[in-house]
T-cell receptor
Framework: DAEITQSPRHKITETGRQVTLACHQT?????MFWYRQDLGHGLRLIHY???????NKGEVSDGYSVSRSNTEDLPLTLESAASSQTSVYFC?????????????FGAGSRLTVL | AQSVTQPDIHITVSEGASLELRCNYS??????LFWYVQSPGQGLQLLLK??????LVQGIKGFEAEFKRSQSSFNLRKPSVHWSDAAEYFC?????????FGQGTILTVHP
């Protein structure tokens, strides 16, 4: 079965370290998204990609970067982790055309920055 | 700016009672609208979606939602709540595949 996998599921890091969260999907979806979830804010869009070599900033992109070198993967990098980036991160993907707005979500990655 | 608002942060109902969770949206045009449910420590599961057509949409687990253009609302309903429905519920609007989420409503179900 097709799936979307996030790793690691839990990570603790220190302020200033670089952190990369992986997202891998086997749906063959062109569209991929990264959201963060914080209490009282719901989910907020960090970055998104509509295809290989395409990346776009979302609502809360400062301090984050992504790259899309193939269809399956959209890793999220925190260049210098800050305590404000402690959150749960969700990756999602969707097809193009009529299915573009129906997202499939990963299980989430909980990041703690000390 | 696009926004989705869920006015109720926390709702408590008794098992077997009816449920309505409110959602209002603000977009330049009618977006695609969704309701997701999230159980503790889990990812998001799609309950139902509205694209166009019939304004009353049926979803999984006995949920339904009604789109009202005049009120910019997309409220979620269930006639009889089960204890297993306790979770956090998110309303979302989408344009070009980018979802904007409401803040979420936590549902507690009393036996």
């Amino acid at each position: 079965d097709a799936e979307i996998t996030q790793s690691p599921r839990h990570k603790i890091t220190e302020t200033g370290r670089q952190v990369t969260l992986a997202c891998h999907q086997t749906w063959n979806h062109n569209n991929m998204f990264w959201y963060r979830q914080d209490l009282g804010h719901g989910l907020r869009l960090i970055h998104y990609s509509y295809g290989v070599q395409d990346t776009n900033k979302g609502e809360v992109s400062d301090g984050y970067s992504v790259s899309r070198s193939n269809t399956e993967d959209l890793p999220l990098t925190l260049e210098s982790a800050a305590s404000s980036q402690t959150s749960v991160y969700f990756c999602a993907s969707s097809a193009t055309g009529s299915g573009a707005n129906v997202l499939t979500f990963g299980a989430g990655s909980r990041l703690t920055v000390l | 700016a696009q926004s989705v608002t869920q006015p109720d942060i926390h709702i408590t109902v008794s098992e077997g009672a009816s449920l309505e969770l409110r959602c209002n949206y603000s977009y330049g045009a009618t977006p695609y609208l969704f309701w997701y449910v999230q159980s503790p420590g889990q990812g998001l599961q799609l309950l139902l979606k509205y694209f166009s057509g019939d304004t009353l949409v049926q979803g999984i687990k006995g949920f339904e939602a009604e789109f009202k253009r005049s009120q910019s609302s997309f409220n979620l309903r269930k006639p009889s709540v089960h204890w297993s429905d306790a979770a956090e519920y998110f309303c979302a609007g989408a344009v070009y595949g980018k979802l904007t989420f409401g803040q979420g409503t936590i549902l507690t179900v009393h036996p």
